[in-house]
């Protein structure tokens, strides 16, 4: 591809500075305020959500931090516990680009840097008939599974690939509930799909033998 330039516009930094946040003792770390899982500042009656966090730029992100944060202030006022929590870690993203792309939980890189042992399983989307009788053989498309080698748990799943972030929804819930590997090869996937990639690759993890693919 050709271009005279590229022009690289996203990310946005937290409003700090002019409404007193500093001022007022909220504890800002990164340029952010600080929040628990509940969103609870170090302030008491105080909650923050969404970008001015530093957890998540993404929309429905800050969707669910609005949700647990009310759950919390509803339970606060009825001196409840809310057991509703905001996980950044499951949170999935997408990116609408040609083809596609969209992941969630830890890449490669970050789980070997945490000091996880891990298994990286990869897939082409060339195994699913439907993916390739709508957009050919050839096609860009692949699933990348992240494992802890010990417990089979998953640590991230990504796709590249024709309808990635109308798939990787089922990852996060995946990954937000914990659940090893087997729970994807378990799992009926509608025939025929291009989510059936995922499946496949979960069973790739279980023949590969403990061995990066």
Same mark, same amino acid.
């Given at each position: 591809? !050709? ?6 516009? /996203?990310? =946005? ?11 007022? #003792?909220?504890?800002?770390?990164? =340029? $952010? ?6 969103? =609870?500042? @170090? ?11 530093? %957890?998540?730029?993404l929309a ?9 944060? /009310? ?6 006022? @009825? $001196? ?8 950044a870690e ?11 792309? $969209?992941?969630?939980?830890?890449? &490669? ?25 709508? @957009? ?7 699933? *990348?599974?992240?494992? &802890? *080698?010990?417990? !089979? ?7 590249? #690939?024709?309808?990635?972030? &109308?798939?990787?929804? #089922? $990852?996060?819930?995946?990954? !937000?509930? %914990? ?5 994807? =090869? @378990? ?8 989510? &059936? ?11 590969? #033998?403990?061995?990066?693919?």
């Amino acid at each position: 591809m !050709e271009a005279d330039i590229i022009l690289l516009s /996203v990310g =946005r930094k937290a409003n700090i500075e002019d409404w007193g946040a500093k001022e007022s #003792g909220l504890d800002i770390k990164n =340029r $952010a305020i600080a929040t628990d899982d509940r969103m =609870r500042t @170090n302030l008491p009656g105080i909650w923050a959500i969404g970008d001015v966090t530093g %957890k998540s730029q993404l929309a429905h992100a800050a969707y669910r931090m609005a949700e647990v944060a /009310v759950s919390d202030i509803l339970a606060d006022q @009825n $001196a409840q516990h809310s057991d509703q929590i905001f996980v950044a870690e499951t949170v999935p993203w997408a990116l609408y680009s040609l083809p596609e792309a $969209a992941g969630v939980g830890l890449t &490669e890189q970050d789980a070997r840097a945490k000091g996880y042992d891990i298994q990286v399983v990869r897939m082409p989307y060339n195994v699913s008939g439907r993916f390739v009788a709508e @957009n050919g053989f050839s096609a860009p498309g692949s699933i *990348k599974i992240i494992i &802890e *080698k010990s417990s !089979e748990r998953l640590l991230g799943i990504h796709l590249l #690939g024709a309808y990635a972030s &109308e798939q990787i929804w #089922g $990852a996060a819930l995946a990954l !937000e509930r %914990k659940l090893p590997i087997s729970a994807l =090869r @378990n799992m009926v996937f509608p025939h025929p799909t291009v989510s &059936e990639v995922i499946r496949e690759a979960a069973w790739s993890v279980q023949a590969s #033998g403990g061995t990066d693919q």
